[in-house]
C-alpha cells in the first residue's frame, strides 16, 4: 500500500533499460543502435552545447575579467569576486532577493490550505475553483505587472482608494522604497498561488483512501486528520515545492523589473540579484562584474538546495 | 464536520460544504479581481480611470481604447513575433526532446550517462549563466533584432527531454521489442510506435512551452530593442514607461496580450496541469 505514495514518475524513473529480447540477437541489434541513438540526441545535444554549457563556460571566463568601455575585455583574476563581498549594492540586492524569496515562501501554507479544501470529498465545481486559481500562472507577467501598478497607485490606485475607507492613508506602494519589495512580493505570492496549489492537489490525491477511513473509524475529525495523515504524507510534494519555490525566488527579475523599474526611487532597495546582474552586464556593459554575480547566485542556489537536502531527512517522510 | 459519525465522509458529503465554498469563492474573487479591474479600465476614459473614488464599472465602454493599442504599439508585428517565437520553440522543443527523451529511456549507447548528466546539469544552473555570451552570440552572426534571436536558444531543453523521457519511460517495453521483431529501426520504433503513445506527454509539454514562450520577458528584452522587432512582453514593458499614465490603452494592451495563452490553458487544461503534476511530483 505504501508503495503507491511514490509517484509514478519515480516507479517509471527506476525501471531498468529494457533490453532487445533474445540472447544471440542482442549484440547486433545493440550495436546498431548507438548510431540511432546518437542522431536522435544530436539536435538537443548540439543546441544545449551551443547556447547553455559553452556559453556557462565563457561566462565563468568572464568573470575573472574587465570589460572596457569600446568592446575587448583583460583579465583582472579575482577582483570581481573581491568586489562582490565589498559592494553594498550587491549585498543589499542579496539582502532584498532573502526577503522576496521569504515572502514567496508564505504562499506555500496557503496553497496547502486551499488544495487541502479542493481535495473535499464531494466537492462540487473543483476544475472551476482550480481553472480560477491558475489563471495568473498562465497570464503574461507584463501585463500582471501593468495591472498591479494601476492597483497601487499611490493616488488614484484602488488598493489605497479602498484603504481610505478605513481612514487608512496607503503609501505609494512601489516607488516608496519601505514598501516596494513587499508589494511585489505580494503579486508574486498571487501569481504562482495556483501552481503550488496544483501541485499540491496531485499529492494529496495520492494518499490512499484507506488511511483516511480508517481514521474516521477511530473517530479522528477533519482536522486531526489533515495533521495527522494529510500532512505528513505530503511532506516529499512541500519539500519538492520548497526547493523550486526557493529556487525561482532566487532568480526574481520579471516582477521587480516591471513592477519598480530602472527609473524608481525605490529600485535600490528592491532589486534582486538578477536585477542588479542584468542593470551590470546588459544596461552598463560591466559583463564582468556580472559574469561574477551569476556565479555567486548559482553558488547561493546550490548551497541553499543543499542545505535543504541535508534537512528533509529531519522533517520529510518517504515510505 | 463533527467527530461523533465516524461514517461522515462517506455518507453525508454535501453537508457543510458551505463554508468551504464560502472560502473557496472569497480566494477567487481575489484571483479574478485585477483581471476584471484589468478589463473594467481598459473600457473607460483617461479621466474616469483616475476618478476618485472610483467607479466599478465604465460609466459607458470606450472601445476605442482597443484601436489606440494600434496606434500606440506596433501592436500587430509584436503579436506576429511573439506568435513565430512561440511556434518555433514549441514544435522545435517538442519535437527534438521527443527524439532525445526517447533514446535516453529506451536506447543502450556509450556515454549513456554521461549525457544525460550534462543535461540535467543544465536543468539545474541558472538560466542567468548563458544569457551573456548567448547575446554575444547573437551579435556575432548578426542576429539582433531578428525573430530567429528570439526563437533560437529556447528550441532546445534540458526539461523537456527530462519530462519526456519520463513518458517514454512508463510505456511498456514489450511494444518495442515487438517492432524491433517485425524488422523496424531504432528511428522507425520512435516515429511509428512511440510517439503516438507519448501524445499526451507531448501535448503536455507543447502547452508548457508555448506559456512560458509567449510570457518570457528577460531574453526578448536583450535581444531585441527595436520595437518592431519585440514581442508583446517586452513591448508593454517599454511602453508604460512612455505612456507611463494612460492606463485604458495600457490596460487594453495587457488583455488583449494575455488572451491567447488564457483561452490556451482554458482548451488544455487537463493536458497542462496533468504535465504539471507529473514534471511536479519527481522528488
Given amino acids: ?319 | 464536520m463533527s467527530d461523533r459519525v465516524p461514517a461522515t465522509s462517506a455518507v453525508g458529503p454535501k453537508r457543510s460544504h458551505t463554508a468551504i465554498h464560502v472560502v473557496l469563492i472569497v480566494g477567487s474573487v481575489l484571483m479574478v479581481l485585477p483581471f476584471f479591474w484589468e478589463v473594467s479600465t481598459s473600457l473607460k476614459t483617461y479621466a474616469e480611470s483616475i476618478s476618485v473614488p472610483p467607479t466599478i464599472f465604465p460609466s459607458s465602454p470606450v472601445w476605442k481604447n482597443y484601436t489606440d493599442v494600434f496606434a500606440t504599439l506596433p501592436f500587430g508585428a509584436q503579436f506576429l513575433n511573439t506568435v513565430i517565437m512561440t511556434v518555433a520553440r514549441t514544435v522545435g522543443q517538442v519535437f527534438f526532446c521527443a527524439a532525445a527523451g526517447y533514446a535516453f529511456a529506451r536506447l543502450e549507447f556509450p556515454g549513456r550517462n554521461a549525457i544525460f548528466i550534462a543535461f540535467l546539469s543544465v536543468l539545474m544552473v541558472p538560466s542567468q549563466l548563458f544569457l551573456l555570451s548567448q547575446f554575444q552570440l547573437m551579435q556575432r552572426f548578426g542576429l539582433l533584432n531578428t525573430v530567429t534571436a528570439l526563437a533560437l536558444p529556447g528550441i532546445f531543453s534540458a526539461f523537456g527531454t527530462f519530462l519526456l523521457r519520463q513518458f517514454f519511460l512508463q510505456l511498456p517495453a514489450e511494444l518495442d521489442a515487438a517492432a524491433r521483431l517485425d524488422g523496424c529501426n531504432p528511428f522507425q520504433v520512435w516515429w511509428k510506435v512511440m510517439l503516438p503513445l507519448a501524445k499526451n506527454g507531448m501535448l503536455a509539454l507543447g502547452i508548457l512551452t508555448a506559456i512560458w514562450s509567449w510570457n518570457d520577458l528577460l531574453w526578448p528584452l536583450v535581444v531585441n530593442n527595436d520595437p518592431e522587432k519585440m514581442t508583446l512582453s517586452a513591448g508593454l514593458s517599454t511602453l508604460q514607461g512612455q505612456f507611463l499614465t494612460n492606463y485604458p490603452v495600457l490596460m487594453a494592451g495587457s488583455f488583449l496580450a494575455s488572451i491567447p495563452m488564457i483561452v490556451l490553458f482554458v482548451m488544455f487544461q487537463k493536458n497542462m496541469l496533468e504535465g504539471i503534476a507529473s514534471s511536479g511530483i519527481k522528488g
Fill in chain 1, 1 to 319: 500500500m505504501t508503495s503507491q505514495l511514490v509517484p509514478p514518475v519515480e516507479q517509471g524513473q527506476r525501471r531498468p533499460t529494457p533490453l532487445p529480447p533474445r540472447g544471440t540477437k542482442r549484440r547486433s541489434l545493440r550495436h546498431g543502435d548507438r548510431y540511432w541513438a546518437y542522431l536522435l540526441i544530436l539536435p538537443t545535444a548540439v543546441g544545449l552545447t551551443v547556447f547553455s554549457i559553452w556559453p556557462a563556460i565563457q561566462t565563468f571566463y568572464f568573470s575573472f575579467t574587465k570589460w572596457g568601455t569600446f568592446g575587448g575585455h583583460e583579465w583582472t583574476g579575482l577582483d570581481n569576486y573581491a568586489q562582490v563581498f565589498h559592494d553594498p549594492e550587491l549585498l543589499r540586492s542579496l539582502w532584498n532577493t532573502v526577503i522576496f524569496s521569504v515572502m514567496t515562501l508564505l504562499g506555500i501554507p496557503l496553497s496547502i490550505g486551499l488544495a487541502a479544501l479542493l481535495n473535499t470529498k464531494g466537492l462540487r465545481g473543483v476544475g472551476v475553483y482550480r481553472a480560477l486559481y491558475f489563471l495568473p500562472v498562465v497570464t503574461m507577467p507584463a501585463a500582471i505587472a501593468l495591472v498591479w501598478k494601476l492597483i497601487y497607485n499611490g493616488d488614484t490606485g484602488i488598493l489605497n482608494q479602498f484603504l481610505a475607507v478605513f481612514g487608512v492613508d496607503g503609501p505609494h506602494w512601489l516607488s516608496d522604497p519601505a514598501t516596494a519589495i513587499y508589494a511585489v512580493g505580494v503579486v508574486s505570492i498571487w501569481s504562482s498561488l495556483g501552481y503550488n496549489m496544483v501541485l499540491f492537489l496531485a499529492g494529496m490525491q495520492s494518499i490512499p483512501g484507506e488511511f483516511y477511513e480508517a481514521a474516521s473509524i477511530d473517530g479522528a475529525g477533519p482536522w486531526r486528520q489533515f495533521f495527522r495523515i494529510t500532512m505528513p504524507l505530503l511532506t516529499p510534494t512541500t519539500f519538492f515545492v520548497t526547493v523550486i519555490t526557493v529556487i525561482n525566488a532566487l532568480q526574481a527579475f520579471d516582477l521587480v523589473y516591471l513592477m519598480v523599474g530602472k527609473a524608481s526611487p525605490a529600485i535600490e532597495e528592491s532589486q534582486t540579484v538578477v536585477y542588479l546582474f542584468y542593470a551590470k552586464g546588459i544596461l552598463q556593459g560591466d559583463g564582468g562584474y556580472a559574469a561574477a554575480i551569476a556565479f555567486v547566485l548559482l553558488a547561493l542556489i546550490l548551497l541553499i538546495t543543499a542545505f535543504q537536502f541535508r534537512v528533509q531527512k529531519r522533517w520529510v517522510h518517504y515510505e
